[in-house]
């Protein structure tokens, strides 16, 4: 909900957009045996909160569109201590928007609104608001000011306020830019969609989203700390002043989460929104596809956020993401819906990395163990070292291309130095990619005294399209 959330999402936008276009910066690496899931994930979780010193955090993955594993790391109390269970409900905070911009799109499926109406249509006597469209205010680029950037506990927080009173606050101010002209974060955006679902659905928008989704989706441990913090078995949200220890948290006074980030649930529960994400259970496929178009500037500019979450690429995988802050709670939340994979880390200090450094890297995790070793590919490449040290090539399983690059000249190249290596120790698959409507793999070759890096592309019908080479220092 606060500032380090725009942060997290700014600098994780910069090192996505620099990976997609830079991939071969980030070594690849092993594809890794599903069975071994849970050890990396545990040893991820463990290291993280020792390094970050962050009471606990909760967990859950989900692989080919299924959940494979619930966790929860550390004290979820400290005095007196009480383990994190998986079945203890953590606040999710900014992680809430995607759920307020799906109550507008059912609303709008409904036929009882339209993206692109404008906010005076439905809120009233706000700066510039017959300019302004719903869209706008789901995407953060109206140009409202956001009325809670901070990451600490500002002491107004602490008493009681209502969604109109921070409108009179900020969304009556001179707007910070022309509408559509700028990205930047501002929770105010969702205090305005949360009234706009309110006064078109005549109830209030976590009543809606429970009808309509929690319910749906059996999301039972969901809860608004809105209306209430979370008590005793849940976990106990925590803060810290420079390098001091963990003092308890206060919690927000009524009114100043609401729609931005009033939600707080289970990490499971979380794990199966994200699978109905990726399924297209809640929503229509056109409401899918606009929550989750990257929304474009005035200018042509991309924002690399769609309605309510972020949308970028990951080495040329689509990801959605979104962080989320409100005191004394972090939470993180990744989903690549074309792959079937999501993550998402619930944790209890606010202000704190580690959220955000746990779930990506079981992202990475989770992305080595859906790259599938091909047994028969991998005999393949294994016979054609063996063979072409020994000046034999069975052309049968080369394209016409790959056929013409071994002439005599290069068979000989390959036995002259193959050869000298002797026996072949060890073939392994190093990734496994899809490009040109071909399937790259890496392989590392291992001799007594030296290893190999092989650059394979093998086309749909299983020929070997190329077969480099090269010393791997």
Known sequence: MHDLVRQAIAVGLCAICACANHEAAKPAEAPLDPKD??????????????????????????????????????????????????????????????????????????????????VSK?????????????????????????????????????????ANQILERWARKPLEFEPGTRWQYSNTNFVIAGLVCEKVAGMPLFDLLTQRVFKRLGMTSVTDTDRGKLTEPDPQGYFRRALAPLRVSPHEGPGWMYAAGELAMTAEDLGKWDISVMNQAVLSPASYHQLETEVVLANGAGTRYGLGIGVQLNSGRRELRHSGEVLGFVAANVILPDDKLAVAVLTNQDASSAADKIANQVRDVLLRAAIAPSLETDHTIQQMLVDLAARKLDRTKLTPNASAYFSDAAIDDFASTLSPLGAIQHVEQITNVRRGGMTNRHYRAKYADKALSISVYETPDGKIEQFLVADDR
């Open 37 to 118: 899931i849970p050890a990396n994930i545990d040893r991820i979780a463990t290291k993280v909160l020792a390094e970050t010193s962050v009471p606990s955090a909760s967990l859950v993955a989900v692989v080919d569109g299924k959940i494979v594993y619930t966790h929860a790391y550390g004290d979820a109390r400290l005095a007196p201590k009480a383990p994190a269970t998986p079945a203890m409900r953590y606040s999710i905070g900014s992680i809430s928007k995607q759920f307020t911009a799906t109550a507008i799109l059912l609303l709008a499926e409904d036929g009882k609104l339209a993206l692109d109406d404008h």
């Open 122 to 162: 439905y809120v009233p006597g706000l700066t510039r608001g017959d300019d302004i469209t719903l869209r706008q205010l789901l995407s953060h680029t109206s140009g409202y000011p956001d009325y809670a950037p901070q990451d600490y506990a500002v002491p107004e927080w602490l008493k009681p306020i209502d």
